[in-house]
C-alpha cells in the first residue's frame, strides 16, 4: 500500500501519457484524459504528502533488492512538497492547454509529451539513486525539448537548439560527477554516499567533484554565468508550455543541489563562498536584464533568474534559518512562476501581442480579470502579507546573521528592480490607453463560455494557492521548518533507507 501510494505520481502519468499516445487524432480525448491525469496524480500527492508529514519518509525497493544494491524511490518531506507543487501546476497547466493551446499542436503529440515530462520531474524528486536522478534528467530535457519544438517555428527552433546544448553541457558535468563519486565509493544510491562520504581519504578530490555537480544543477538552474539559455529560450513556446518550463524546470536544479548537497558534499568554507558569489551575481544580472525588456515573457524569464539566484544564496549560507527561507521561497516561486506565464498567455488571447508598447487599456475592459492578476503580480513582488514576502524576511534574518552584506544588498536590489518592473508593467499594461497604431486582435470575446472558463480558471486556482501560502504563512514555515532540519540532519533519511 506505502509502496502504490509513493509510486502513484510517477505511474499515473505514464499510464496517462501511454493511453494519450493511442488516442493520437483525438484531441478531445486527449484533453479529457490529461485534466483526469492531472487531477488523479494531484489526488495522489496530497494523499503522499499527507502521509509522509505525518509518518515521516518512506521508502520503496525496486523488485525488493534492499539498499545500496538495488533502486531505491524515497519519500521525504522535501520530495513530497516537490511532487505536490508540481500536481498542482501539472494541473493548473493542462487545464489551460485545453485551450491556451491550438489543435495543430496538440496533433503533433503535446499532451502525451507533457505527461512524460511531468512523470520525469516526479521521478526526479522521488528518486534515492544519484545515477537515476541523472536518468530523470534526461527524461526531462527530451520531453521538453520536443514540447519546446512544437510547431517547428524558426524562432522555437533556435531557442530549442539553446536550450538543449547547454542542457547536454549541464548532463557531461552531472555525469562525469556520477563517475567520479562512484569510483571514489562504489555506491551510487545516496543515503549510502552519505554514509561513505564522511570516510573519504582524499577531501581535495571530494571537493572537485561537487564541483561537477555544481556546474550540472548551476546550469540547470540558469545562474550566473551560464544563464542565458533561459531568456533567449523560453519566451518561444506557448504559454502553456512555457508556463511549466518557467515554474517548475530551473527549480529541479535548486531541488537537486539542496538534495545532492546535504546528503553527499556538505558545503565547506570554498563552496560557500562559490555559491554565494553566484548567488549575488546571478541576482544582478537577472534584475538589469528585466529592466530592459518590454516583451511579457522575456521580462518574466530574467525574474526567474534574478530569483533563482535568492534561493542559491540560501543554500550556500547552508543553515537551518537559511534552508528554510530557501525552501520557502521555492513553494512560493514555482507557484508565482508558473501563474505569470499563463498570465502571459491570457494577455496574448486578449490582445494578441505580448509587447508592453502595444498593449494597454485591460483594467477598463477586464477589472475583473486585472484584479485577478494584481494579485499573482504583488505576490511576485512580495507586497506584506502574501507569499513572497515571508521568504525573504528569513533570508534578509540569516543574511545578517551570517554577515552576508553583499547577498543583503542584492537582495534588496533584485526586490526594488521587481517592483519596479511590474509597477512599469502594470502601468503600461493595464492603466494606460490603448496605443492608437494597435491592432487588437480579441480571440477572447469570440470564445464561448467553456475556453473562456478553461482560461481563467487555472490562473484563478493558482492565485488562490498562492494566496494561501501568504495568509497561512505559519503552516507553510512550519513545513519549511521541517524539511530544513531534515537537509541539516539527514539521519532520518539514511535510516529510513536503510530501515535501520
Known amino acids: 500500500m506505502i509502496g502504490n501510494l509513493l509510486l502513484a505520481p510517477i505511474f499515473i502519468h505514464l499510464v496517462i501519457a501511454v493511453l494519450q499516445l493511442t488516442a493520437w487524432r483525438k484531441t478531445i480525448t486527449q484533453r479529457i484524459l490529461s485534466a483526469t491525469g492531472t487531477l488523479a496524480a494531484l489526488i495522489a500527492a496530497i494523499s503522499l504528502f499527507s502521509y509522509v508529514y505525518k509518518n515521516g519518509t518512506i521508502t520503496v525497493n525496486a523488485s525488493n533488492w534492499e539498499a545500496p544494491f538495488g533502486i531505491v524511490f524515497v519519500a521525504d ?105 562512484y569510483g571514489m565509493t562504489g555506491s551510487l544510491n545516496m543515503a549510502d554516499l552519505a554514509t561513505k562520504m564522511s570516510n573519504i581519504q582524499n577531501p581535495s578530490l571530494a571537493g572537485i567533484t561537487s564541483i ?154 477586464y477589472p475583473k480579470i486585472s484584479l485577478l492578476i494584481a494579485l499573482v503580480l504583488f505576490s511576485l513582488v512580495g507586497v506584506p502579507p502574501l507569499s513572497g514576502f515571508w521568504p525573504k524576511l528569513y533570508l534578509f534574518k540569516e543574511a545578517f546573521a551570517e554577515h552576508q552584506f553583499f547577498y543583503i544588498v542584492a537582495l534588496i536590489a533584485g526586490s526594488l528592480v521587481t517592483l519596479y518592473v511590474i509597477i512599469r508593467l502594470w502601468a503600461e499594461v493595464f492603466w494606460k490607453d490603448v496605443p492608437a497604431e494597435s491592432e487588437i486582435d480579441n480571440k477572447f470575446e469570440s470564445s464561448s463560455f467553456l475556453r473562456k472558463l478553461l482560461l481563467i480558471l487555472p490562473v484563478g486556482i493558482l492565485a488562490c494557492v498562492t494566496l494561501y501560502i501568504g495568509l497561512n504563512a505559519e503552516v507553510i514555515a512550519q513545513v519549511a521548518d521541517r524539511i530544513a532540519e531534515e537537509l541539516v540532519n539527514t539521519d532520518s533519511y539514511v535510516k529510513a533507507v536503510f530501515r535501520k
Open 77 to 181: 518531506l522535501l520530495a513530497c512538497t516537490m511532487v505536490l507543487l508540481t500536481s498542482i501546476a501539472g494541473f493548473a497547466v493542462s487545464l489551460f492547454s485545453a485551450t491556451g493551446l491550438s489543435r495543430q499542436r496538440m496533433l503533433y503529440g503535446y499532451f502525451p509529451i507533457f505527461h512524460f515530462l511531468l512523470m520525469g520531474l516526479n521521478g526526479a524528486f522521488l528518486t534515492g539513486d544519484i545515477f537515476n536522478l541523472y536518468v530523470w534528467f534526461e527524461v526531462i530535457i527530451i520531453s521538453s525539448f520536443v514540447l519546446m519544438t512544437l510547431g517547428g517555428r524558426k524562432t522555437q527552433l533556435e531557442g530549442a537548439l539553446k536550450y538543449m546544448s547547454m542542457n547536454i553541457l549541464a548532463s557531461m558535468f552531472f555525469l562525469a560527477g556520477i563517475g567520479i563519486l
Open 212 to 365: 561537477f555537480f555544481i556546474l550540472g544543477f548551476g546550469i540547470k538552474s540558469a545562474v550566473f554565468p551560464l544563464y542565458f539559455w533561459l531568456p533567449s529560450s523560453y519566451h518561444t513556446p506557448p504559454s502553456a508550455v512555457a508556463a511549466t518550463f518557467g515554474g517548475l524546470l530551473t527549480k529541479v536544479g535548486i531541488y537537486a543541489m539542496l538534495r545532492v548537497h546535504s546528503l553527499i558534499f556538505i558545503p565547506d568554507s570554498f563552496t560557500q563562498k562559490l555559491l554565494m558569489v553566484i548567488a549575488v551575481l546571478t541576482i544582478v544580472t537577472g534584475a538589469f536584464g528585466a529592466l530592459i525588456k518590454t516583451n511579457l515573457r522575456r521580462l518574466f524569464s530574467y525574474l526567474i533568474v534574478c530569483h533563482i539566484g535568492f534561493m542559491i544564496g540560501g543554500i550556500s549560507m547552508f543553515t537551518k534559518i537559511a534552508l528554510m527561507g530557501t525552501v520557502f521561497y521555492l513553494i512560493h516561486d514555482i507557484m508565482v512562476k508558473t501563474n505569470l506565464f499563463l498570465i502571459a498567455g491570457v494577455i496574448m488571447q486578449l490582445r494578441g501581442v505580448m509587447t508592453m508598447e502595444r498593449l494597454g487599456g485591460l483594467y477598463k475592459e
